[in-house]
């Protein structure tokens, strides 16, 4: 088939290599001209792993360019992948969207069928279709369907090619239309689930919501188990082993970040209060998570009350391992505040790099640049090359003994044989 992508970000990229890869001749269209420059350069911008194998052994079928109209051409599905970003107010900027939905509209000559991957608030989609009716464009000439992604960042590419599902939210009942996005997949096995828009909408909010709310648990779980002295990674092994649980996303730390989970979570809320409900469990989860990283914050200060003058290392920028997105890291937040409590920071990160206004913070090449003489060590991001630091060597440069394991990444059993003193989130 002929896809044109619009939008070149994380999801945009992803989906247009990986239907590339499928066999579909794909055309990725976005706007920043510096950005689509680079891509024909074959350079991408963004770190993910395997996405620019995916983008060089599949450029005979994938192009990227800035004009919407050569784009366009030929083309019989349209898939939106532009940004949402937050508000002030926390609820979604759909402006980047609806203007893209009318620069597409505007050049649309023959039937299309165009898919809204963007994240958007449920209503959104009867709202655009209302909207672009209202606004006189044939309806004829194409159908919207709503089909959300579930990628998560450093393992887009495998998220993409094995989905847990794939939704589409429809307007109405249409098979022929159905068989056109299932001939899209063609070779992704996964469950279909066909919905209306909201109910598709509301399946990418209500997954990350649940997420982020498993996150949250855990964490509270973890400040009630320092009141009485349990390890909240035996109690989320515990819990988890209960089928009706599972594992996953049990892991307590300094809370969630990304550019998903904190938009998502504030959009839905937001969305809920404007039509009239008061969500009661979306704010809990927000709230534990922004509380977090004070909560733990007050734990160290106890531990060490000469805190301030400390030299810390802080290793992982990114919000977390193998990305080097810092959008919303807890890392950069803990970065931040032990910096404005006076402590000096030196930060390390494999691939991230500290944001402009914590220019004034050292970041280091190398991990153990940043132990030199350190006198604490915060493990802020769950890296594997941090994970797998000799520990011995690290006892051996630092100046302190103690090891803050703000992501419960670390074996304490091995950072104590290195005589370390290991500090997790609620575990002994
Ligand atoms: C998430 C969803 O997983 C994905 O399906 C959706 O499409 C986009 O949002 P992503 O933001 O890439 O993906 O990251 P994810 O791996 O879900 O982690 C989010 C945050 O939660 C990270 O900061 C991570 O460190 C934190 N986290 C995750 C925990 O603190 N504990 C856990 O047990 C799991």
Same mark, same amino acid.
């Given at each position: 088939?002929?896809?044109?992508?619009?939008?070149?970000?994380?999801?945009?990229?992803?989906?247009?290599?990986?239907?590339?890869?499928?066999?579909?001749?794909?055309?990725?269209?976005?706007?920043?001209?510096?950005? $689509?420059?680079?891509?024909?350069?074959?350079?991408?911008?963004?770190?993910?792993?395997?996405?620019?194998?995916?983008?060089?052994?599949?450029?005979?079928?994938?192009?990227?360019?800035?004009?919407?109209?050569?784009?366009?051409?030929?083309?019989? $599905?349209?898939?939106?992948?532009?940004?949402?970003?937050?508000?002030?107010?926390?609820?979604?900027?759909?402006? *980047?969207?609806? !203007?893209?939905?009318?620069?597409?509209?505007?050049?649309? +000559?023959?039937?299309?069928?165009?898919?809204?991957?963007?994240?958007?608030?449920?209503?959104?989609?009867?709202?655009?279709?209302?909207?672009?009716?209202?606004?006189?464009? =044939?309806?004829?000439?194409?159908?919207?369907?709503?089909?959300?992604? *579930?990628?998560?960042? /450093?393992?887009?590419?495998?998220?993409?090619? *094995?989905?847990?599902?794939?939704?589409?939210?429809?307007?109405?009942?249409?098979?022929?239309?159905?068989?056109?996005?299932?001939?899209?997949?063609?070779?992704?096995?996964?469950?279909?689930?066909?919905?209306?828009?909201?109910?598709?909408?509301?399946?990418?909010?209500?997954?990350?919501?649940?997420?982020?709310?498993?996150?949250?648990?855990?964490? &509270?779980?973890?400040?009630?188990? &320092?009141?009485?002295?349990?390890?909240?990674?035996?109690?989320?092994?515990?819990?988890?082993?209960?089928?009706?649980?599972?594992?996953?996303?049990? =892991?307590?730390?300094?809370?969630?970040?990304?550019?998903?989970?904190?938009?998502?979570?504030?959009?839905?809320?937001?969305?809920?209060?404007?039509? /009239?409900?008061?969500?009661?469990?979306?704010?809990?989860?927000?709230?534990?998570?922004?509380?977090?990283?004070?909560?733990?914050?007050?734990?160290?200060? +106890?531990?060490?009350?000469?805190?301030?003058?400390?030299?810390?290392?802080?290793?992982?920028?990114?919000?977390?391992?193998?990305?080097?997105?810092?959008?919303?890291?807890?890392?950069?937040?803990?970065?931040?505040?032990?910096?404005?409590?006076?402590?000096?920071?030196? +930060?390390?990160?494999?691939?991230?790099?500290?944001? !402009?206004?914590?220019?004034?913070?050292?970041?280091?090449?190398?991990?153990? &640049?940043?132990?030199?003489?350190?006198?604490?060590?915060?493990?802020?991001? #769950?890296?594997?090359?941090?994970? /797998?630091?000799?520990? !011995? =060597?690290?006892?051996?440069?630092? !100046?302190?003994?103690?090891?803050?394991?703000?992501?419960?990444?670390?074996?304490?059993?091995?950072?104590?044989?290195? #005589?370390?003193?290991?500090?997790?989130?609620?575990?002994?």
């Amino acid at each position: 088939m002929n896809v044109c992508v619009i939008g070149a970000g994380y999801v945009g990229l992803t989906t247009a290599a990986v239907l590339s890869d499928l066999g579909h001749h794909v055309t990725c269209i976005d706007q920043d001209t510096d950005k $689509i420059a680079s891509l024909q350069n074959g350079s991408i911008p963004i770190f993910e792993p395997d996405l620019e194998d995916c983008v060089q052994k599949n450029k005979s079928r994938l192009r990227f360019t800035d004009d919407l109209s050569s784009g366009l051409s030929n083309t019989e $599905i349209i898939i939106m992948a532009v940004g949402t970003p937050s508000l002030p107010d926390g609820s979604s900027n759909l402006s *980047f969207l609806y !203007k893209a939905m009318i620069d597409v509209m505007d050049h649309l +000559a023959s039937y299309k069928i165009i898919m809204i991957k963007s994240t958007v608030p449920p209503g959104t989609n009867a709202a655009i279709l209302k909207f672009l009716k209202e606004k006189g464009y =044939q309806p004829s000439l194409f159908d919207l369907v709503s089909n959300p992604e *579930f990628l998560r960042e /450093g393992s887009a590419l495998h998220d993409m090619k *094995f989905p847990d599902r794939i939704v589409y939210g429809l307007a109405e009942e249409n098979e022929d239309l159905l068989g056109k996005l299932n001939e899209l997949y063609k070779g992704i096995e996964a469950p279909v689930i066909v919905t209306n828009y909201a109910g598709a909408e509301l399946i990418k909010y209500a997954s990350n919501a649940f997420l982020a709310a498993k996150i949250s648990f855990i964490n &509270e779980v973890a400040r009630v188990c &320092e009141l009485f002295g349990a390890d909240v990674t035996h109690v989320a092994k515990g819990i988890g082993l209960d089928a009706r649980i599972g594992h996953s996303f049990l =892991q307590a730390g300094i809370g969630y970040g990304g550019s998903c989970f904190p938009k998502d979570l504030k959009a839905l809320s937001f969305t809920a209060k404007d039509n /009239g409900l008061q969500p009661l469990i979306l704010d809990a989860v927000q709230s534990v998570n922004a509380t977090q990283i004070n909560v733990y914050f007050e734990k160290i200060k +106890a531990l060490f009350p000469a805190l301030s003058s400390m030299k810390i290392a802080v290793l992982g920028i990114s919000f977390k391992p193998n990305t080097d997105d810092i959008r919303e890291s807890p890392a950069v937040a803990f970065i931040k505040k032990l910096h404005e409590y006076g402590c000096t920071v030196s +930060a390390y990160d494999p691939k991230a790099a500290l944001p !402009k206004e914590l220019s004034m913070v050292e970041q280091t090449e190398t991990p153990y &640049e940043a132990i030199l003489n350190a006198d604490l060590i915060v493990v802020a991001t #769950d890296w594997k090359q941090i994970i /797998g630091l000799d520990w !011995k =060597q690290v006892r051996h440069i630092m !100046k302190g003994k103690a090891v803050i394991d703000a992501r419960n990444c670390l074996n304490p059993a091995l950072i104590r044989n290195a #005589d370390l003193d290991y500090i997790g989130v609620g575990r002994l």
